[in-house]
């Protein structure tokens, strides 16, 4: 048994002359969240989309728990949440349900009563109507993003794939959605998710790979991640906002090699070979009111700037990932 | 599970939802009762439009002939129960020599121009029985049916004056002109006797519009399945799930089975409207008729041996899968309604092409023609079901056929499978042909 839930090696894919993904290798540990970033365009869908088999790399190979995904039944075990979500809409939500759980190899008869289950935990099953008994084109879209959600989660899968899962979420189901995520981990399930929140990410993923232009940028646990960058950043807050003194200090090139400024708080990455605590003479000088200066590491949205920049995304794109 | 048992998933699927349907329970039950109703009312009007000749009793058979043909021809219509029954309107006869024939025609002309009076007139001069002329005036002139009635039974009783004349036995001349003369036309093939000639081919065309009209019908019905799926950003999810070609051949199948199923209740629904829709039909008529009209519509059936309609079903089967599979690969390469009539247009054509040369291999069904459309896979499920109905075709040549097509049904869905792989994912604007073409071989 592999310990890892994928491994991606040197996948190609091709679409005319553009290049979707490039040499693209990756390994998911069994049993972490992983995320896969990267900006619209950088070939997250298409990468996600070869993991499950629904497009064939051009050269390169994929393994899901040790065998090609290929393989009889291998998918079977993997759950997946796309980016453009929809079910059949004149369909009973009950029978879209079964339908996709038999699709995955379920029998009938086991996955009925979990379907109910499923419906009552995500509040579609109230005294007065059972939502799995109706139609899904009379299902709110929050409710069928649930419906989709269950339908993802149902054959009890090892491995959960997520697409942009929080595109299009309420704050409710955002944060429903993150403690399933978790609680997927306990249970010692893998979960997959391609976002460009990095927010999102650094809170919820142990290990991450950013990806640009089809191309890994970087890849490893979200502790290495970070050390890797090091801790040349600074987070500075002052009470009454930044006067021009204060801007001037922070405007040294010698000291700051660039800051984030959001009026009373901001994010400094130190210049190389300038020490912090000059920095905080100088800014003490320049009359600054400190509230909090603190050396920290690098949020992975900065990390991610840094590494990709803002030509990062791919111009004429079809928008997928 | 392995791929079979997905295939049955999907097509479980797309039988289930589409039977369950409304329009579905609509159709099967709407279509048997407009298709009886098709059939009887030809054989309804056959059986009674007769009744409407009452009109010829109420006319002034104006007799010159000095014969008595008038009262001859008078007596006729009187007894005639094809006119229906007798209702106390007898004919009038007014005999009258050639001289006064100018002032009486007048006299009857204002009669007739009263409404609610006299019909019309017939005139029979001194030359009607030996130069066959005579001439009617009236209303009713235009019905072709009451002249064509009438010039019967005038041809009729000149014919029996004429042949008294010459001597011949009253009751032989009676018998002679009364007899209906029927040509019973048999089929006979390398089988023997194979039942009524018109049957057959009664039974072909309603069996080559079955097979088309369930073709076209259903292979949209895969259209816009693949369609929805697509708009409805299913597709991928299922598409994760299951092979698209799996996904492809499980919609074809599942389609094709309520097809099956739909067609069975027309026909069992069908038969059994006919079945006491008839007798009802034919109350009152004389036995002869009776049997007649049946005969119009049941015959046919009757000849369709349990062989044919296994035949039927098999091409039944490889036309359906060949076009459904082409109409799949169009839903899929399209993201609306209108862009889909286009993008099937193709496939229609292909279709059309051969329903437009139906007519010819009916008319001759062992033309070069109709021989050549039995191995072109496109054409030869309509075709060859039709000619095995009119004609006898050898064995080789059906086996041949059938492998053909099966063949051709192969590479259509081999084809349909890649356009759809691609398709399924693909959004924006309609692709052109480069691109498909592109779509096949990357796939």
């Known amino acids: 048994m592999s310990d890892l839930a994928i491994d991606i090696r040197k996948i190609v894919k091709r679409f005319d002359e553009h290049v979707a993904v490039r040499e693209l290798s990756l390994q998911v540990p069994r049993g972490s969240v992983y995320g896969l970033l990267g900006p619209n365009g950088a070939g997250k869908t298409t990468t996600i989309r070869m993991i499950l088999d629904v497009l064939l790399p051009d050269a390169g190979t994929i393994e899901i728990f040790g065998r090609p995904n290929t393989d009889y039944g291998v998918l079977d075990r993997v759950g997946y949440l796309p980016e453009e979500r929809g079910l059949y809409k004149k369909m009973q939500v009950r029978r879209v349900l079964l339908f996709l759980a038999e699709l995955k190899g379920m029998r009938a008869a086991d996955v009925a009563p979990r379907i109910d289950e499923w419906l009552e935990r995500f509040g579609l099953v109230t005294p007065q109507k059972n939502w799995g008994d109706a139609k899904v084109d009379e299902l709110s879209r929050g409710m069928q993003q649930k419906v989709q959600f269950i339908a993802t989660l149902l054959h009890d899968p090892d491995l959960v794939i997520l697409d942009e899962p929080f595109s299009g979420l309420d704050p409710i189901n955002a944060q429903a959605l993150k403690d399933a995520v978790l609680e997927l981990k306990r249970r010692g399930k893998t979960v997959i998710f391609s976002t460009h929140v990095m927010d999102n990410a650094e809170k919820m993923c142990d290990s991450v790979c950013i990806i640009a232009r089809g191309e890994k940028v970087l890849d490893g646990s979200v502790a290495e991640v970070k050390r890797g960058a090091g801790t040349r950043n600074i987070a500075l807050g002052l009470s009454g906002g930044a006067h021009n003194g204060v801007t001037e200090v922070l405007r040294d090139s010698q000291l700051v090699r660039k800051f984030d400024d959001t009026n009373n708080y901001f994010e400094l990455e130190l210049a190389p070979n300038a020490d912090a605590q000059v920095l905080l003479r100088r800014l003490v000088d320049a009359g600054a009111s400190i509230e909090r200066f603190e050396l920290m590491q690098p949020s992975l949205h900065q990390i991610f700037l840094q590494r990709v920049g803002a030509s990062g995304v791919e111009t004429g794109m079809s928008g997928h990932g | ?443």
């Open chain 2, 1 to 443: 599970m392995g791929n079979i048992g997905k295939l049955f998933v999907v097509a479980k699927r797309e039988y289930m939802e589409r039977i369950r349907s409304r329009w579905f329970i609509v159709m099967t039950l709407l279509v048997p009762a407009i298709f009886s109703g098709a059939m009887l009312f030809p054989v309804y009007v056959a059986a009674r439009s007769s009744a409407s000749g009452g009109a010829l009793r109420n006319i002034a058979i104006l007799d010159a002939s000095g014969t008595g043909l008038g009262e001859q021809i008078a007596t006729t219509l009187k007894t005639d129960t094809t006119l229906g029954r007798p209702d106390g309107i007898e004919p009038r006869v007014i005999v009258a020599t050639t001289a006064e024939l100018p002032a009486k025609e007048r006299e009857l002309q204002t009669q007739v121009e009263q409404p609610n009076s006299l019909v019309g007139y017939l005139v029979l001069t001194d030359s009607t029985l030996t130069n066959n002329v005579a001439s009617y005036s009236g209303r009713n002139a235009s019905t072709i049916n009451d002249i064509d009635k009438l010039r019967t039974i005038v041809r009729q009783d000149v014919m029996i004056a004429r042949l008294q004349r010459e001597g011949v036995r009253a009751d032989v001349v009676k018998d002679l002109a009364t007899a209906t003369f029927r040509l019973k036309s048999e089929r006979i093939t390398e089988r023997g006797r194979s039942g009524s000639g018109t049957g057959g081919f009664l039974a072909g065309i309603i069996v080559g519009v079955l097979l088309f009209m369930s073709i076209v019908f259903h292979g949209q019905n895969v259209l816009r399945g693949v369609l929805e799926e697509k708009s409805t950003r299913v597709a991928e999810v299922v598409i994760s799930s299951v092979k698209p070609e799996v996904l492809l051949a499980g919609k074809v199948l599942g389609v094709g089975g309520v097809g099956l199923t739909q067609q069975a209740a027309w026909l069992g629904i069908t038969a059994y409207l006919m079945s006491f829709v008839t007798p009802i039909l034919t109350k009152g008529l004389s036995g002869q008729a009776a049997a007649a009209a049946a005969d119009q519509f049941g015959g046919g059936f009757a000849t369709i041996s349990l062989a044919t309609i296994g035949l039927v079903l098999v091409y039944f089967i490889i036309g359906f899968v060949f076009y459904a599979s082409l109409y799949a690969a169009a839903g899929s390469m399209v993201n609306s309604e209108q862009e889909a009539q286009q993008a099937a247009a193709p496939v229609l054509i292909l279709l059309m092409s051969t329903w437009l040369l139906v007519n010819t291999v009916l008319v001759n069904p062992n033309s070069k023609l109709a021989v050549a459309l039995s191995w072109l896979p496109w054409s030869s499920p309509i075709i060859v079901p039709l000619r095995v109905g009119l004609t006898t075709v050898s064995p080789i040549t059906i086996a041949g056929s059938i492998v053909v097509a099966i063949l051709g049904c192969i590479g259509a869905v081999w084809l349909s499978a890649r356009i759809y792989r691609v398709g399924m994912l693909m959004y924006g604007k309609k692709p052109s042909f480069a691109e498909v073409a592109r779509w096949i071989r990357y796939a």
